[in-house]
Antibody, heavy 124, light 111 residues
Framework: EVQLVESGGGVVQWGGSMRLSCTIS????????MHWVRQAPGKGLEWVSL????????FYEDSVKGRFTISRDNSKNSLYLQMNSLRTEDTAIYYC?????????????????WGQGTMVTVSS | QSALTQPPSASGSPGQSVTISCTGT?????????VSWYQHHPGKAPKLIIY???KRPSGVPDRFSGSKSGNTASLTVSGLQAEDEADYYC???????????FGTGTKVTVL
């Protein structure tokens, strides 16, 4: 059974840092790109970042570029999101998502599986 | 990249059908057959229910179907059941960012 479990959320002050983790099981982790998607309170889904299966390429939504860093440790079946210089508008539930496409070096726009999310609250 | 446009809400009685639209442009929905739909019950993991416009992942009931005409994609839920009450989001590949864009989301209520 495919499972994605996020952790690391909580309350952090404006300007602070937080590291989210996503641990997976049930599939060969390094064969798939992975994504982070967030949902602010009362808002819709927003894609945040992705990393290819081989870890060589990363992409970010414009508002988080230079502040967030996505990474993965394929030996630990784990995905990470390091968030620095946090703003109140980063307050959201953060979901990790498994890409649909079976490919180590590229990605798609479709998320086959998601975790249940971890809440990040940035206080002012 | 602007979000795809979905109606904020839709509703139907049990057993009826409801159709949700997802309108974009020729640079996303209209130009590519990479439209997906997600069902999201608040507090739970979102679930992929349609990909590549009209394909269903294994385990998704055939009550869920997708289609596309021009710049608008649609999700139809037939034979509405109480458990279909959820938020639904479309997503499309977008050549403006070579990634994708989400729809604004539609809350489906089963009356």
């Amino acid at each position: 059974e495919v499972q994605l479990v996020e952790s690391g959320g909580g309350v952090v002050q404006w300007g602070g840092s937080m590291r989210l983790s996503c641990t997976i099981s049930g599939f060969r982790f390094d064969d798939y790109a992975m994504h982070w998607v967030r949902q602010a309170p009362g808002k819709g889904l927003e894609w945040v970042s992705l990393i290819t299966g081989d870890g060589r390429d990363t992409f970010y939504e414009d508002s988080v570029k230079g502040r967030f860093t996505i990474s993965r440790d394929n030996s630990k079946n784990s995905l990470y999101l390091q968030m620095n210089s946090l703003r109140t508008e980063d307050t959201a539930i953060y979901y990790c998502g498994k890409d649909l496409r079976y490919t180590r070096s590229t990605y798609s726009e479709t998320f086959e599986m998601w975790g249940q999310g971890t809440m990040v609250t940035v206080s002012s | 990249q602007s979000a795809l446009t979905q109606p904020p809400s839709a509703s139907g009685s049990p057993g009826q059908s409801v159709t949700i639209s997802c309108t974009g442009t020729s640079s996303d929905v209209g130009g590519y057959n990479y439209v997906s739909w997600y069902q999201h019950h608040p507090g739970k993991a979102p679930k992929l229910i349609i990909y590549e416009v009209n394909k269903r992942p294994s385990g998704v009931p055939d009550r869920f179907s997708g289609s596309k005409s021009g710049n608008t994609a649609s999700l139809t839920v037939s034979g509405l059941q109480a458990e279909d009450e959820a938020d639904y989001y479309c997503r499309s590949y977008a050549d403006s960012n070579n990634l994708g864009v989400f729809g604004t989301g539609t809350k489906v209520t089963v009356l």
